[in-house]
């Protein structure tokens, strides 16, 4: 079941009109494929918020920027993480206005790997909001816990019955869709495991399926696909290239490795990450997500006042513990994610500072990803002669050497990775380090 986190991206979309291909791309054999935009363009709601008013315009009316679409991304206990923060964060990267909505009798959820999110709004209070899109995550007793809302089916039945946009991956094409009837006259596609229950002349293996207003996608490793196909559905593919030029160029190698050294245990590997206020979540979801997957006991560290975290596209993420509550135990891996206002905040934290000090010290193993090497580098962890792979911003101010090629590197006992895009690729190589090429197929 995990397998679907490495679905190969090679078969043919079905139904994309009015879709063009870009959205939704076919990979070269080695690697998922990249939008290379010849410039980059900004997107017309964030252009139109920035513009200032002709003289002949302000003397008569004033021009407002249009209305953001609004999108409705529905939680619940169970919910896979990585779905719904990357549908999120992708969404409001291109100016979408997204609500997460609970559906249980709080706003506070635990996902499917453990991760807690903390939802903008409870279901009811969007009952009779207008959406431009309500999509729906899938996981696992998520799928089943948002099947059972009768303010959500009211939601979704009335979306559909006015031909606006609608969509669900993974479990929820089969769980929360079927029963509700709007799979049909629709061909769907879904998580492998729940395909047996799809309609057998409707069901399509399409890593991504559009069906006049429904979307449907296959699970956590096409979870970008689907995000990007709703960009695209919703502004147009010149947005589609503005959010992927912020993603790493999936052509470059997926890892290099110099003064290979093993990563010993007799354990199971102890991964710390601590993150703050203005951490990029999609990192952290998706590091926590693959890791915990691998049977890798992964902590959530804030390093902040409170254990509840905003991330940089406003998500709310519950940490697992403080920092200093997390100072005491020892990691086989302290791992820093990006996002530049949180990799600051991290910089810091002087307990952060410490524990990363003595994880040098030990010859146990730590990293970072995105912005977060220059982070290492102020705190003296990167000499000049470690090499590294960090955000294309940052990389002019790194003066140890930089493997600009590969979207990870591995020095030693330092892991470093290139950015968003990348961080499957480094949570993967992070898996095959403590346990071989076995485990991280598996994963």
Known sequence: ELQILMLSVSKPLLSLSPLTAMAIRPPPPRAPTHYAPPHRRTSPFRSAAR???SSSTAATAVSLPPSPKKVLVPIAMGTEEMEAVILAGVLRRAGADV???SVEDGLEIEASYGTRIIADKPIAACADQVFDLVAVPGGMPGSVRLRDSEILQRIMVRQAEEKRLYGAICAAPAVVLMPWGLHKGRKITCHPSFVGDLPTFRAVES???VSG???TSRGPGTAFQFALS??????GLHAVEDVDSTLIDAALERSTEVNRVEWPFDHKPQVLIPIANGSEEMEIIMLVDILRRANINVVLASVDESTNVVGSQRMKIVADKCILGASDSKYDLIIIPGGPAGAERLHRSTTLKKLLKEQKQAGRMYGGISYSPLILQKQGLLEQDKTVTAHPSIVSQLTCQVIDS???????????GKGLGTVMDFSLAIVRKF???GRAKGV
């Open 51 to 53: 513009a200032a008013p």
């Open 99 to 101: 609500t997460l909505a």
């Open 207 to 209: 890593n991504v399926q």
């Open 213 to 215: 207003e429904l979307t």
């Open 230 to 235: 709703f960009v695209e559905q919703l502004f």
């Open 406 to 416: 590969s979207k990870v590197v591995i020095d030693g006992n330092l892991i470093t």
């Open 435 to 437: 346990f071989g090429h």
